[in-house]
C-alpha cells in the first residue's frame, strides 16, 4: 500500500492555460473523489467516481473542469482557460469497495497547490 | 458552500490539556467523520461514527454524535504538540455520493 500520490505537487500557471492533474488512488480502490480547498477553508467537494463511471459532479463546477478516469484506476482532472480563483489545492481521495467499516474511510494524497499568476 | 461548520475556528491551549472542537450539520448522514490535516498537507482520517451510535472512542480520542441536534463533538484528551493541525468534520450528504467538510478549526499546542 503506497498511500495516494497525486502529481503534479506544485504548478504555477499563467491565466488562461490549460493544466492537467493526476491521481493514482491506491490500488483496488475503486472509489475515487476530487475536491478543491482553499486558504483556511475545507475541502470542497468536485466529484466523484465510482469504477470509471463520473457518478456525481459538483453545480459549482464550471464547463472549464473536467474529470476522467479511463479504465477505473488512475483520475485527471483538468482546467481549461484557468482563472486567478482556481489558484487552490486540488485534493484527490479514494476508498475501498466495501461498503461498511473501513469502507467509509478516504484516503487523501498530498495535493497539488495550483497558482494561477 | 459548506453544510459543516466547526467551533471554535481556532483553539490554543497547552499541552496536557483537553481540546474539544464542535461540528453541527444540516442534513440528515448516514456518519460522519473526523479528519485532521497537517499545514499544506493531505487530510488523514481519524474516526468514524454513524448515525445510530452515540459515542466512540480510539485512543485519546472521543467522539459523541447528538443526530437530533445534528451536532458532534471531538474530545482530544492530554493534548501533545503534535496535535496542532486543522480538524475538520465530514458528512455523508444523504442520497448522495458527495462528502461534505466544515470549515475546520485550528487547534495549536503549545509547549
Known amino acids: 500500500d503506497t498511500g495516494v500520490s497525486q502529481n503534479p505537487r506544485h504548478k504555477i500557471t499563467k491565466r488562461g492555460q490549460n493544466v492537467t492533474f493526476r491521481c493514482d488512488p491506491i490500488?483496488?480502490?475503486?472509489?475515487l473523489y476530487w475536491y478543491r480547498q482553499t486558504l483556511g477553508q475545507g475541502p470542497e467537494f468536485l466529484t466523484y467516481?465510482?469504477?470509471?463511471?463520473?457518478?456525481?459532479k459538483s453545480r459549482l463546477l464550471s464547463d472549464r473542469f473536467s474529470a476522467e478516469r479511463p479504465k477505473g484506476s488512475f483520475s485527471t482532472l483538468e482546467i481549461q482557460r484557468t482563472e486567478q480563483g482556481d489558484s487552490a489545492m486540488y485534493l484527490c481521495?479514494?476508498?475501498?469497495?466495501?461498503?461498511?467499516?473501513?469502507?467509509?474511510?478516504?484516503?487523501f494524497g498530498p495535493g497539488t497547490r495550483l497558482t494561477v499568476l | 458552500s459548506q453544510q459543516g461548520e466547526e467551533d471554535p475556528q481556532a483553539l490554543s491551549i497547552q499541552e496536557g490539556e483537553n481540546a474539544t472542537m464542535n461540528c453541527s450539520y444540516k442534513?440528515?448522514?448516514?456518519?460522519l467523520q473526523w479528519y485532521r490535516q497537517n499545514s499544506g498537507r493531505g487530510l488523514v482520517h481519524l474516526i468514524l461514527?454513524?448515525?445510530?451510535?452515540r459515542e466512540k472512542h480510539s485512543g485519546r480520542l472521543r467522539v459523541t454524535l447528538d443526530t437530533s441536534k445534528k451536532s458532534s463533538s471531538l474530545l482530544i484528551t492530554a493534548s501533545r504538540a503534535a496535535d496542532t493541525a486543522s480538524y475538520f468534520c465530514?458528512?455523508?450528504?444523504?442520497?448522495?455520493?458527495?462528502?461534505?467538510f466544515g470549515t475546520g478549526t485550528r487547534l495549536k499546542v503549545l509547549a
Open positions: 465530514a458528512t455523508d450528504a444523504a442520497g448522495t455520493y458527495k462528502y461534505i
Open positions: 490500488s483496488e480502490h475503486n472509489r
Open positions: 442534513t440528515s448522514i448516514n456518519n
Open positions: 461514527i454513524r448515525s445510530n451510535e
Open positions: 467516481f465510482q469504477n470509471e463511471a463520473q457518478l456525481e
Open positions: 481521495a479514494s476508498r475501498p469497495n466495501r461498503t461498511s467499516g473501513v469502507g467509509d474511510t478516504q484516503y
